[in-house]
């Protein structure tokens, strides 16, 4: 499968390493808006670049660098390209994609009707399959679609309340806050996550808040799912220990914040120190007559990435889920339940 990567910032960087690292796949090239230090470090990594503007490439040939063509000649050479493009701005791609001949794999930050179905691999890797447009989930709806889609098929969920607190911006920005204060991120309640959540799991019932706060990595969520009976802590803790892709944290280890979760990562020696594992800290994990309640934590610039490689896969249905899912964590690195 030949893979282009259209924008190449905070996920298309990511998405682009991580294709680098599957048998199955091949890295056609990369997109760049401006030859800044994003192009110098895709050249150093001898990824072919193409420019997104056609009158820009005189730009990167002056800085020296070299340049494969503009983003057409990339897409018609591939056979998927995903779209990692600001929010919104994926949308005005889609026929171009369809116009070459590529499938498309777009972003949470897009509306879902920007393609046929809303994507979480251990959710609904099937309803992607040969389908021309997937868009996989927002950061925040990849986490809480990963615990509750778990938590619902071994115990039943009535309904759920989730609060999100989320980071302000990525750590690259420095442009934007806020700076010293929590901001109630949407005016309306339920928040969009939760209609988000809809579009993978449809028929939970699920409200969802959300703050703002100063912070650059990761958002947390605190979690309360009411159950169709009562369920110990310790069949509880076997729940979402058996989730794909999360990793529950051992309160003896003192992995105590989100600072020391993304320690974690930079100690385990990943690149970019990227913890694609939704982290819910065992230590909140209780339950209260029919309630069930943990608190969890996303890496919001990982998260998504193996997400991404399967939607690959699946919509040129390579192979089914579960094999997918494996290849992609063994090529990453991904934990399973514990650390
Ligand atoms: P980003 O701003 O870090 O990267 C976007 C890249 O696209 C930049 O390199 C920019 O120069 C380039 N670009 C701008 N205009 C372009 C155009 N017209 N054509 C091609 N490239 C263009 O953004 P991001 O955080 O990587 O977000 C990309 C998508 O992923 C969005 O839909 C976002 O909502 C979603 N997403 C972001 C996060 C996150 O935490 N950053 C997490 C999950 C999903």
Same mark, same amino acid.
């Given at each position: ?133 997937? *868009?996989?989930?927002?950061?925040? @709806?990849?986490?809480?679609?990963? +615990?509750?889609? !778990?938590? &619902?098929?071994? =115990? ?115 690149? *970019?120190?990227?913890?694609?594992? @939704?982290?819910?800290?065992?230590? +909140?994990?209780? !339950?209260? &007559?029919?309630? =069930? ?47």
């Amino acid at each position: 499968m030949r893979v282009a990567v259209n924008g190449y910032g905070t996920i298309g960087k990511r998405v682009a390493d991580a294709v680098l690292q599957q048998k199955d796949m091949d890295l056609a090239g990369v997109t760049k808006t401006r030859p800044d230090f994003g192009a110098k470090v895709a050249e150093s990594r001898r990824i072919p670049m193409y420019s997104v503007f056609p009158d820009r490439i005189n730009d990167f040939e002056k800085r020296g660098l070299s340049i494969q063509g503009c983003l057409g000649d990339l897409i018609s050479k591939t056979d998927v390209v995903v779209d990692c493009t600001p929010a919104g701005v994926g949308r005005t791609y889609r026929e171009s994609y369809a116009r070459h001949g590529s499938k498309g794999i777009f972003q949470g930050g897009e509306e879902a009707d920007v393609a046929e179905v809303t994507f979480v691999a251990q959710c609904n890797y099937e309803s992607a399959v040969g389908k021309r447009f997937v *868009r996989v989930a927002s950061c925040n @709806t990849t986490g809480l679609c990963r +615990t509750l889609s !778990t938590v &619902d098929r071994s =115990l039943g969920i009535g309904e759920v309340h989730a609060s999100l607190v989320r980071r302000a911006v990525d750590p690259f920005d420095s442009t934007r806050g806020p700076i010293d204060a929590i901001v109630p991120s949407c005016s309306s309640v339920p928040t969009h996550h939760s209609k988000d959540v809809r579009e993978v799991l449809p028929h939970l019932r699920i409200l969802t808040m959300a703050v703002t706060v100063p912070t650059k990595i990761m958002h947390v969520h605190m979690i309360a799912a009411r159950l169709s009976r009562e369920v110990s802590q310790d069949e509880a803790i076997d729940v979402l220990e058996a989730t794909p892709r999360t990793l529950v944290l051992d309160g003896r280890d003192r992995l105590e914040s989100t600072s020391k979760v993304m320690e974690l990562g930079r100690d385990l020696g990943r690149r *970019r120190n990227d913890m694609w594992e @939704t982290v819910v800290w065992e230590d +909140t994990i209780t !339950t209260s &007559d029919h309630w =069930l309640c943990w608190t969890q934590g996303v890496h919001q610039e990982a998260i998504v990435i193996p997400e991404v490689i399967d939607a690959i896969r699946a919509v040129f249905d390579s192979v089914d889920a579960e094999t997918s899912m494996n290849m992609t964590d063994r090529a990453l690195g991904i934990f399973q339940s514990r650390f």
